[in-house]
């Protein structure tokens, strides 16, 4: 189905992107944090988080609290 989300195919499972699983290993985070991370420190992007599972909640928040280094950000 051409309509699927990002969720639905796994895309923030480990290897399905390799830059994010070394940045991932590099901060000891997963690979949906460190993208929550960018989007909340980029400049002009508003990010929304929503689930109702307190798992992924707990994950999503535990994004906030930390700083890629700025070439990370590049």
Request: no cysteine; net charge negative.
């Given at each position: 189905?051409?309509?699927?989300?990002?969720?639905?195919?796994?895309?923030?499972?480990?290897?399905?992107?390799?830059?994010?699983?070394?940045?991932?290993?590099?901060?000891?985070?997963?690979?949906?944090?460190?993208?929550?991370?960018?989007?909340?420190?980029?400049?002009?992007?508003?990010t929304?988080?929503?689930?109702?599972n307190?798992?992924?909640?707990?994950?999503?928040?535990?994004?906030?609290?930390?700083?890629?280094?700025?070439?990370?950000?590049?």
């Amino acid at each position: 189905n051409e309509n699927k989300s990002l969720v639905d195919t796994n895309v923030w499972q480990r290897q399905a992107f390799p830059m994010l699983d070394a940045m991932a290993d590099k901060y000891n985070k997963s690979n949906a944090q460190i993208a929550l991370n960018w989007l909340t420190n980029s400049s002009h992007v508003v990010t929304l988080v929503k689930s109702s599972n307190p798992q992924h909640l707990a994950e999503a928040a535990a994004s906030f609290d930390w700083r890629m280094s700025f070439e990370d950000y590049e």
